[in-house]
């Protein structure tokens, strides 16, 4: 009997062991979510990225900007002041971000890799680069998004939608500002350009991504 008592106690055990726990969150089955809160399915980031686009993005992107050389010359003069007034980030742990427009002449374009970028000179031209520009067809980073004051990482549930967002507003990008720009032979022209970038760092190379890019003939 003592052996049998054995086997049965080492069955259960293992059977225990085998069990997957899950979390009972009955809030959470309420809101129509899984018990670990992440809400599937509750957002489209292609469909949200255009919805916000006109109503949102362009105006916060028009009204954070400042021209791009003085915005330069207080940053090198006062970072920290600098950013409180002109920038903006998520939290304490993120890079400020920040808007700018400029009157610009391209120096050259580079397309060795999928993330082109033009070289960027602006105005008054000295013929030294100042600056660059993301052509694509690759466009990274999370700046878009991440100078909206109105969403952050809070306002999504899934949290897969939040990183998914920062691509789907660059392909806004694409779709609107480098739609059907053909940036071969664009060296020597100049344009007047509206955009974003996050600051790296003083001696960091600035590279913004245009929401709006208007040539001159």
Not at 36 to 62: C, L
Not at 97 to 102: L, S
Request: glycine fraction near 8%.
């Amino acid at each position: 009997m003592r052996i049998k008592g054995i086997i049965l106690c080492g069955i259960l055990i293992g059977a225990f062991l085998s069990c997957t726990i899950v979390k009972n969150d009955e809030s959470k089955k309420e809101e129509g979510g899984n018990p670990y809160g992440f809400s599937i399915g509750t957002i489209d980031p292609k469909q949200y990225a255009s919805e916000i686009w006109d109503s949102m993005v362009i105006p916060r992107v028009e009204e954070m900007a400042v021209d791009f050389n003085s915005l330069a010359a207080q940053m090198e003069s006062d970072e920290a002041a600098s950013s409180e007034a002109h920038g903006y980030r998520l939290s304490e742990k993120n890079s400020y971000n920040f808007a700018v427009k400029a009157t610009v002449k391209f120096l050259s374009i580079d397309t060795s890799s999928a993330n082109g970028s033009a070289s960027l000179d602006t105005y008054p031209f000295d013929g030294k680069e100042d600056c660059r520009l993301r052509i694509g067809p690759v466009l990274q980073g999370y700046t878009l998004r991440d100078i909206q004051s109105d969403i952050s990482p809070t306002s999504f549930v899934n949290q897969v939608d939040w990183a998914r967002l920062a691509t789907e507003l660059n392909n806004k990008v694409k779709e609107t500002a480098l739609a059907g720009v053909d940036f071969t032979g664009m060296a020597g022209k100049e344009a007047e350009l509206l955009g974003v970038f996050t600051w790296e760092g003083k001696g960091s190379v600035i590279i913004i991504t245009p929401v709006r890019i208007t040539f001159k003939d």
